[in-house]
């Protein structure tokens, strides 16, 4: 089963915190403030919303900062994720 | 008995919570959170919503996410809907 | 007298919630919570609402389903009617 | 002295509420709720209003239900009105 | 010094309430909730306020009812003014 | 260093609230509410503001009025200033 | 990794609060109100915002006065950003 996003939304997947020690092991987030970066995972088609013309500027795999209060959390096959409006995306991560 | 939306409804029907043991036995669901997952049984017209031009984009029997805080509960021959309206949906879930 | 709606406002009259025992004797409704069902008794004649044309879509005699918060109660020779905007009717009732 | 509303503005004097005994005597309203009826007593010229056209719709004489929140009370001359834009009037009293 | 208003706001200075007592002795208001009357003192020049054309309808002189909870107190050279939108002002009060 | 306002906004800097005995001694403000009066610092270039053309009205000198919540409290090399959006002021204080 | 920011937002980077004494010697900013002077580090790239064209007004390097309490606070690489649209920008602070 996958999602196919309306209108000008976008599904996205949130990435596992992660810290680094100094030693250069990785630890896995944990107890931590849950990070507001996410991986695009569906784009909606755009096009008229609310009678304004939107443009769909996001791709499925950018990694994304998004809007702390933003999206509706759905689960699906056990996997969570977060539908936001594109609009809700503040910025995109590039390495 | 069936109800007709006007303008940019949409009527749901909810989809019953299921849980699928390891052993394979489906036990349905109980005491568990609402899923905001519902299927489309009628769609509205369409047309000039708030002076704006709305085009349907689901079709009935499509299964969809749909915004936790939207809609309206009604009971008609017993059986439960939700009318929303389509700008409420986030998502088509396809198989 | 009678009420004649302006703008798109429709003049409502609810429904009497009537219910059906197993061995078909009708029991008016009593104690139960207000259905939102209603009937069409007057409908106003459209036009420019706030600046946008409206089209009124429902008609007298027509059973509808209108949003829970909406419309304004009215006390006309002692019979009660619903005064709402179109845009409160979320679906006509069909048989 | 006389108030000439502005823009869409409507004058109200309310009417008093009047309840007939069986026997057919009329009895002037006591503590009962404030009646929504009203007649309208002067009428604002319309025009463009926050930037949208508005045409008046009621005129002087018509017997009016306005919207239960509306309106600013005005006293003049020891008389009470009521001011409304043409907005809040729902529906006109017709014998 | 005087107060040259922007855009669609109008200067407005209270008028005194009075009470004229049976014999026609005028009484001038006290402990009396504050009348809306006003009188129009300057007016603003109009023209595209929030994007959309706004004509002045008041003139200096004009006697006034203004909304209750509407524009700013201000005092200068210890008189004291209110500065309102022109959409604040209700009607005008003719003799 | 000094502040250059972006669109809309205007810098102003809060004039001193001072107080005249009937000797003629000038009594520098204490103690006293902040008046909303005071002098335009730096003006914005206007333009379009949320879509719509803003033509700027004040200039640099001016003495104004504003709106007692609006604006921002900014302190740049230990001289405050209020940076409010031209709509926020209300008229200005001619000699 | 770099933040890329999407439509009429902008990436802000806090300035260090200094506090000069008479002597001259410089403090580090220590238990002040966080000042809502940053320094503007990526620019997005503007255009139709909620369907109104945005031309983006700020560079990055520019030093500027931003709106109290919007934006959004992102760590990236231990760094600490603020992501705000350029209309939550006041001013620019020129040398």
């Known amino acids: 089963m ?4 309306l209108s ?11 810290e680094t020690t100094k ?6 987030g944990q107890n931590k403030e849950k ?12 096009g008229l919303v609310d009678g304004k013309e939107v443009e ?5 795999g ?3 900062i998004y809007s702390k209060y933003a999206g509706t959390e759905v689960e699906l096959d056990d996997v ?5 409006r594109q609009s809700d995306i503040l ?4 390495a």
């Open 2 to 5: 996958k999602l196919v996003p």
């Open 8 to 18: 000008d939304r976008v599904v996205l997947k949130q990435m596992e915190a992660e």
């Open 23 to 28: 030693s250069g092991i990785v630890l896995p």
């Open 35 to 46: 990070p507001q970066q996410a991986e695009v995972v569906a784009v909606g088609p755009g």
């Open 56 to 60: 769909m500027k996001v791709s499925v």
């Open 62 to 64: 950018d990694k994304v």
């Open 80 to 84: 969570e994720y977060i539908i936001v």
């Open 91 to 94: 910025a995109v991560i590039e």
